[in-house]
């Protein structure tokens, strides 16, 4: 499995954007891009996904670089609740395992 | 909320003892995975099942066994528990999305103490 390279950690302020990167230079043509992240005694939840064009949803967006060898989250206004560890994992398409390999993460503290 | 519920949710057992973990969902999906969680490791994945009796190994599967005897249960056993599974336990199923989504939802978790 492609592997994925996170910061450890990141800080943001209440109310403003943060933009949590993921390199996965190794990343094969059908890897499809997801993130998950984990609030503070609880299981991971799941944020998007993405291939290759740029994805939105109601909790973040997600850009995509045009080699697809990094990848960009997007909290388009982070709040206290965002605080968590976010996870970038790649998984390839169907096969019988459809399995999802986690990392270490990035933990985002948010600052009031 | 995609009906996940784990069993026993903390338990505290003594090295050698046997020990199940139990995973339960209540919409028929057909994947289930056992990940555990450690400090400085993130998740990993035990097992996982993609059917009734249909089981594969994860990354750290060493001396654990699981069972999907039917559609809504997997069981994770640790035949003679060691200090070193000590660990969060979670279960996650795959949702039927499409087989590009490969949404996970994940239970709250079972906290395993081995003595």
């Known amino acids: 499995d492609a592997k994925t390279t996170q910061p450890n950690s990141m800080e943001s302020n209440e109310e403003e954007p943060v933009h949590l990167p993921c390199n996965h230079s190794t990343i094969s043509g059908t890897d499809y891009i997801h993130w998950y992240r984990q609030l503070p005694s609880q299981g991971p939840e799941y944020v998007i996904h993405g291939l290759t064009s740029n994805v939105n949803n109601r909790m973040a967006s997600l850009a995509i670089a045009e080699d697809r060898k990094s990848s960009t989250l997007i909290l388009h206004r982070a709040t206290l609740r965002d605080a968590a560890v976010y996870y970038c994992?790649?998984?390839?398409?169907?096969?019988?395992?459809?399995?999802?390999?986690f990392g270490t993460g990035t933990l985002l503290a948010v600052q009031p | 909320d995609a009906g996940i519920t784990q069993s026993p949710r903390h338990k505290v057992t003594e090295t050698g003892t046997p020990v199940t973990l139990r995973c339960h969902q209540t919409e028929n999906h057909r994947y289930m995975y056992w990940y555990r969680q450690d400090p400085g490791h993130g998740l990993r994945l035990i097992h996982y099942s993609y059917g009734v009796k249909d089981t594969d190994k994860g990354e750290v599967s060493d001396g654990y066994s699981v069972s999907r005897s039917k559609t809504e249960d997997f069981l994770l056993t640790l035949e003679s528990a060691t200090s070193s599974q000590t660990s969060v336990y979670f279960c996650?199923?795959?949702?039927?999305?499409?087989?590009?989504?490969?949404?996970?939802?994940f239970g709250e978790g079972s906290r395993l103490t081995v003595l």
């Open positions: 996650a199923i795959r949702t039927a999305g499409g087989a590009d989504t490969g949404e996970l939802f």
């Open positions: 994992i790649l998984r390839g398409y169907g096969g019988a395992t459809n399995k999802l390999i």
